[in-house]
Structures are given as structure tokens and as C-alpha cells.
């Protein structure tokens, strides 16, 4: 079984810096590309950040970059979704994504496995 879980989630204060985790378990995570997707209720899940299987290279969505930074630590088996400056629109459901593509993607539908998610609220 190849699983992820994602971690770090909760209620945080406009401005705040926490930082998310996705652990993996039944694979190595250094053979896989790993996107982290968010999904607001009501809207489309949407994807926010993604980073190489070697980790030199990433990409985010417009609405977090300069405040999000996504990395990796192989030997840990994890990747990291460091959040600054958070806002209530940054409210929602995080997921970390694993795939076998070379190449990174925001695109859901690239992805092979997938993490239960972690609530992340943005509240005063």
C-alpha cells in the first residue's frame, strides 16, 4: 500500500506561518513528483504548489506565490508546505499528491495517490 498523510493543519490567525507535512509510507518519496492542492468549500479543488522528484525544481499557483514555499527532505520520506502571511481566503482542505511524471503539474488529474487532507482555517 502506498499512502500519504498529510499534517500541521488548524486554526491559525491572519498573518500566521504554520507549515504543513505529507509524510509518505510504502514507496520513496524521491521517485515521485508532489503536488499540494487545496479545496474551499463550495469550489474546485485547485492546485497550489508542486515540486520535483529531486526537488530542484517547483512552481506554484499565482494566488500563493512569494507567500507559500513547498520543499522536500528525501531522507525523511517528507515534503513540506511552508505557508506565511495566511489569509481567510487561504481557508481549505490541503492535500499533498504523489506522482510518477517527470514533470511537475498543478493538473489533479495527474496525480496517483493521494493524502486524506488537513484543515487549514484562517480566522481572527
Known amino acids: 500500500q502506498l499512502q500519504l498523510v498529510e499534517s500541521g493543519g488548524g486554526l491559525v490567525q491572519p498573518g500566521g506561518s504554520p507549515r504543513l507535512s505529507c509524510a509518505a509510507s510504502g514507496f520513496t518519496l524521491d521517485d515521485y513528483a508532489i503536488g499540494w492542492f487545496r479545496q474551499a468549500p463550495g469550489k474546485e479543488r485547485e492546485g497550489v504548489s508542486c515540486i520535483s522528484s529531486s526537488g530542484s525544481s517547483t512552481n506554484s499557483a499565482d494566488s500563493v506565490k512569494g507567500r507559500f514555499t513547498i520543499s522536500r527532505d528525501n531522507a525523511k520520506n517528507t515534503v513540506y508546505l511552508q505557508m506565511n502571511s495566511l489569509k481567510p481566503e487561504d481557508t481549505a482542505v490541503y492535500y499533498c499528491?504523489?506522482?510518477?511524471?517527470?514533470?511537475?503539474?498543478?493538473?489533479?488529474?495527474?496525480?496517483?495517490?493521494w493524502g486524506q487532507g488537513t484543515q487549514v482555517t484562517v480566522s481572527s
Open positions: 499528491a504523489a506522482t510518477t511524471w517527470t514533470t511537475m503539474s498543478l493538473v489533479r488529474d495527474t496525480y496517483d495517490y
